[in-house]
């Protein structure tokens, strides 16, 4: 079975901080993604990278980086956390060629307080 | 852009009883479509999906037929379970992307 990690269930952060958020899969996938998920706004992609040290802008990059210098694992980064950055955060991986059959982990949690 | 409509939840259903959730899309052309499940505590996962118009997608007892003429993608099950109780999101592929739904809540109860 294909495994999504993400490295906190749960993260509390203070206004200003740079908060690093991580992902690792281990089948392989050249694609990974990450989300955020809000009530009653579904997913909204913020950015995705289709190999080693490739990325693209998702939907709202703003406020956002990310990196990706080993195949399995890709960051999130906030440089400044604010209040309106508290969300659930999803990562998830595809296999080459099939970008719609992700698979995801399981969240984390963040508070920016 | 292209959008996805899911009917507000929650939905709230006695085990055994029908389920159907709504979804509509905004697109053009036509998208595959996908309904995706996360079961409570764990990641979304890819449920069914359909590629062009009339197909109909199906798995664990749940299907989702593609009609283009009322561009919907709508979700049912006949018979639901206590273990379905998730939040389904309805979703469509655009370029190397999915646009999702807001997601509908399902509680099933016993």
């Known amino acids: 079975d294909v495994k999504v990690t993400q490295s906190s269930r749960y993260l509390v952060k203070r206004t200003g901080e740079k908060v690093f958020l991580e992902c690792v899969q281990d089948?392989?996938?050249?694609?990974m993604f990450w989300y955020r998920q809000d009530p009653g706004l579904g997913l909204r992609l913020i950015y995705f990278?289709?190999?080693?040290?490739?990325?693209e802008k998702g939907d709202i990059p703003e406020g956002y980086s990310v990196s990706r210098e080993k195949k399995e694992r890709f960051s999130l980064i906030l440089e400044s956390a604010s209040t309106n950055q508290t969300s659930m955060y999803l990562c998830?991986?595809?296999?080459?060629?099939?970008?719609?059959?992700?698979?995801f982990g399981p969240g984390t949690r963040l508070t920016v307080t | 852009g292209n959008s996805v409509t899911q009917m507000e939840g929650p939905v709230t259903l006695s085990e055994e009883a029908f389920l159907t959730i709504n979804c509509t899309y905004t697109?053009?052309?036509?998208?595959?479509l996908f309904w995706y499940v996360q079961y409570p505590g764990e990641g979304l996962q890819l449920l069914l999906k359909?590629?062009?118009?009339?197909d109909k997608g199906s798995n664990k007892g749940f299907e989702a037929t593609y009609r283009k003429e009322t561009t919907s993608f709508h979700l049912e099950k006949g018979s639901v379970q206590v273990s379905d109780s998730a939040v389904y999101f309805c979703?469509?592929?655009?370029?190397?992307?999915?646009?999702f739904g807001a997601g509908t809540i399902l509680r099933v109860k016993s």
């Open positions: 979703a469509l592929k655009q370029g190397n992307k999915l646009v």
């Open positions: 990278s289709y190999d080693v040290k490739m990325k």
């Open positions: 998830a991986s595809s296999p080459p060629g099939t970008f719609y059959e992700q698979y």
């Open positions: 697109a053009t052309g036509y998208p595959s």
């Open positions: 089948m392989d996938h050249e694609n």
């Open positions: 359909a590629t062009k118009a009339d």
